[in-house]
């Protein structure tokens, strides 16, 4: 017999029951006990459904209302100070408070769970945080599935990955020197577990994919040498990479189990089958958490038998990871062409999988006859489909002269030909593309999606948006316009919608964090991009103005990032298709007399491997695909690219080879610190760091972007220099945006005369480039 088991499941509900109930409770629709009854039978549904799917051991601890890395700081007892909340006494309101913000307190900081668009709540670690084991939660939900008559495995986020993941606050210190109190909180939890009748505890360690300092894997050692002596079986579960260089390593620990992401990092069983003692545990994540694939099942079983034979009953079977990251059930979709539809494996999907494997490797593949040749069949449509092949794309990548991805001629002398027509002024101002959606913009575009209204009503009231977009910008002083994207309601959706390749989901929705859901669109076959997709707006918008319009597009690396993604090419390749769809655009663009094009590329960053190792590779491709996006224009012709959500100081030279002529970028919260690194690197090109920090409703006054910008002027000659907000403004509202683009025009005008005069330069700026 083998086990099946999954490490977490997604909380939101088929029908983002979870988002209901908490922004209904959020607005007081509901109350504390409707919140908690309603939360609780969604996780019951959960539960109900594994067990039904033939899950053997289902997860417990990784629901959560908000987050479980929010969760976990409560376990162990160490919330910030600044809340003055107790763990063991946590209410909603308390748990909104840390997770949302109060008037008084910001909320816990947001980053994204390793390289996975899930954003956790960030840890606060200080030299004086104590630590008391508070395992009620986790209890509570142990027993609530010990009563459906579950074998049920609590989940931890492990103590390692905890401290890894919070930041320090307040005076520096080694976040580490708190391990050694923070293991005995887990201890005390483990113990009371176990006195609940937990059997397996499964500990979540993925920072071991990354790569770690020495004193942190040394501290692995001790820490998981304490916990192994807890009256419980320990799963220690690694995902999103390879943990083989940890082999012999984690063999020498006294664990119990140990799982493996064979999705991502295939090649490390072969290493583990060597390293790991007989008789423990050896769970293989074989089916995608993060993707949404069906399996080759025959590939798995063909790997997995020997496997079997070899550990019998400890080869457990479970997806890579956390099926947080995947949508629930394919059934739901009824939109879907019927091709796309059956290459398709969503959650219960993959529990079907998952079910198939263990039956083939028990009772042998005869067992399983009709689902293996219903799974081949469906990879054979799927390898064959001319949806996906299109021939011409694959002939046109490798027709591509080499330079194709160049400009005709370096950054100086563009910069001259720009200059020439652009006739700028010194510090040009502009903004990153989206204006506020107004609900009568989404009240539109919804009813032409319903069917209410139709193209040329439509097209009429996105005009009158453009129009009013465009005297607002004209009345505020801008010198370098937009048209606002009423017609987009998502960056990459918009896009997806009019290439070839991509199909979209009615409820393939995925968590991002707390009730925020994304509904990634999902990139099945060769792009290409059948006709002009931006053209007729920007061109509406430049006609009704002298001032230039500037031509907004997704680009290729985030288009890539922020879908789910085909597994049957490299994600270099799918890119390159992208990007020479995107080029299309952009050379369309130009000849219609739109002369500075924005290739936006926000997730540039986040699409980094977890393993330094890999980066330079990535950084290639993704760049060479910008650039492949944005060549063949003319010298005079601008690019812009827009990046935000990250720090980008350790991949500067990577921006710097993208050689966008300016690069907008997202400064204002790190108080432009990041030009520091702009400015030790020489960063040749122009850059707009942003001076209004768009994700708060707080208006920038006018003394703190003049301040900005001349700490800009440190670093930047003013030459090179715009400015600009931190991002779109689409979240916002007109009455705050015109006041703050209003503080921060009559800012640059105010700069721009004092440089024009020669005066209140910084030491060491000249005015040319
Ligand atoms: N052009 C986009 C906008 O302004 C950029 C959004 C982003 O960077 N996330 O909305
Ligand atoms: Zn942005």
């Given at each position: 017999m083998t086990t099946i088991h999954l490490l977490g499941f997604g909380r939101i509900g088929a029908r983002r029951e979870l988002k209901t109930l908490l922004e209904d409770y959020w607005h007081g629709r509901i109350d504390a006990t409707a919140l908690h009854t309603g939360s609780r039978q969604l996780r019951q549904r959960h539960w109900l459904l594994q067990k039904g799917a033939g899950v053997d051991i289902s997860p417990v601890g990784d629901f959560a209302l908000y987050d479980h890395v929010l969760d976990a700081q409560i376990l162990v007892g160490a919330l910030p100070e600044r809340f003055g909340l107790n763990a063991a006494q946590l209410d909603n309101e308390g748990y909104f408070a840390l997770a949302r913000g109060t008037a008084e307190q910001p909320a816990l900081e947001m980053t994204k769970w390793f390289d996975t668009n899930y954003h956790y709540l960030v840890p606060e670690w200080s030299v004086d945080t104590c630590f008391s084991a508070n395992p009620a939660p986790l209890l509570e939900a142990l027993q609530a599935a010990q009563g459906l008559g579950m074998r049920a495995k609590p989940v931890l986020v492990g103590p390692l990955t905890l401290l890894w993941l919070g930041k320090v606050r307040g005076a520096p210190f080694d976040r580490l020197s708190l391990l050694p109190a923070l293991v005995e909180t887990y201890a005390s939890l483990l113990q009371a577990l176990a006195a609940a009748g937990a059997d397996w505890v499964q500990i979540d360690e993925p920072i071991l994919a990354l790569d770690l300092p020495g004193a942190w894997?040394?501290?692995?050692?001790?820490?998981?040498?304490?916990?192994?002596?807890?009256p419980v079986r320990l799963l220690l579960a690694t995902y999103f990479g390879s943990v083989a260089s940890h082999a012999a390593r984690l063999a020498a620990l006294p664990l119990a189990g140990l799982h493996l992401d064979l999705v991502r990092a295939p090649e490390q069983l072969e290493?583990?089958?060597?390293?790991?003692?007989?008789?423990?545990?050896?769970?293989?994540?074989?089916v995608d958490g993060r993707n949404v694939w069906r399996a080759d099942l025959e590939h798995w079983l063909d790997r997995l038998e020997p496997v079997y034979g070899q550990l019998g009953e400890t080869l457990w079977l479970a997806p890579s990871c956390s099926l947080l990251h995947c949508p629930l059930d394919v059934a739901q979709e009824t939109r879907l062409s019927q091709d796309v539809k059956l290459w398709l494996a969503f959650s219960v999907q993959k529990l079907n999988e998952?079910?198939?494997?263990?039956?083939?490797?028990?009772?042998?593949?005869d067992a399983v006859a009709s689902e293996l040749a219903?799974?081949?069949?469906?990879?054979?449509?799927?390898s064959s489909s001319p949806l996906i092949h299109r021939p011409e794309v694959a002939a046109r990548l490798k027709a591509l002269p080499a330079g194709s991805?160049?400009?005709?001629?370096?950054?100086?002398?563009?910069?001259?030909?720009?200059?020439?027509?652009?006739?700028?002024?010194?510090?040009?101002?502009?903004?990153?593309g989206s204006f506020p959606q107004t609900p009568a913009i989404r009240s539109a575009r919804a009813a032409f999606r319903k069917g209410e209204l139709d193209q040329s009503a439509y097209e009429q009231r996105m005009r009158a948006e453009i129009e009013t977009a465009i005297r607002r910008q004209e009345a505020l002083g801008l010198d370098v316009l937009v048209h606002g994207e009423a017609e987009r309601n998502d960056m990459v959706e918009y896009f997806g919608e009019q290439l070839s390749g991509f199909a979209f989901t009615e409820h393939g929705w995925v968590q991002s964090y707390g009730s925020r859901c994304v509904k990634p669109p999902i990139l099945y076959g060769d792009v290409a991009r059948p006709a002009p997709m931006t053209v007729a707006w920007s061109v509406y918008a430049q006609s009704l103005t002298s001032r230039p319009v500037k031509g907004m597009l997704t680009g290729p690396v985030t288009l890539l990032q922020w879908s789910f993604v085909r597994d049957d090419l490299p994600r270099s390749l799918v890119c390159r298709q992208i990007a020479l769809a995107l080029n299309d655009e952009v050379l369309d663009l130009e000849n219609a007399g739109i002369r500075i094009i924005q290739i936006d590329e926000p997730a540039l960053r986040e699409g980094l491997p977890l393993s330094r190792a890999l980066w330079a590779d990535y950084l290639d491709w993704a760049g060479q695909a910008f650039r492949l996006a944005s060549a063949g224009v003319d010298d005079a012709t601008q690019i812009h690219t827009h990046m935000c959500y990250a720090e980008f100081g350790d991949i500067l030279p990577a921006i710097v080879r993208l050689d966008a002529d300016v690069i907008t970028i997202e400064t204002s919260r790190s108080d432009m610190a990041l030009l520091d690194d702009f400015g030790s690197f020489a960063y040749p090109n122009a850059i707009g760091p942003g001076v209004y920090d768009i994700h708060s409703p707080r208006i920038p006054q006018e003394a703190e972007i003049t301040r900005l910008l001349e700490r800009a002027l440190e670093t930047v000659p003013a030459a090179r220099l715009w400015v600009n907000p931190d991002c779109g403004l689409k979240t916002r509202q007109w009455p705050e945006v015109e006041t703050a683009l209003g503080n921060m025009v009559r800012v640059a005008h105010r700069l721009r005369a004092r440089l024009a005069e020669g005066r209140g330069l910084p030491a060491g700026q000249n005015v040319c480039p």
């Open positions: 894997l040394a501290a692995l050692d001790t820490c998981y040498r304490r916990l192994a002596q807890a290493t583990f089958l060597e390293h790991w003692p007989a008789g423990r545990v050896l769970s293989a994540g074989v998952l079910k198939t494997l263990k039956r083939g490797l028990e009772q042998g593949r219903g799974s081949r069949f469906a990879r054979q449509l799927r991805d160049r400009r005709a001629n370096p950054y100086p002398v563009r910069a001259a030909r720009q200059a020439a027509w652009m006739k700028l002024p010194l510090l040009p101002t502009t903004t990153i």
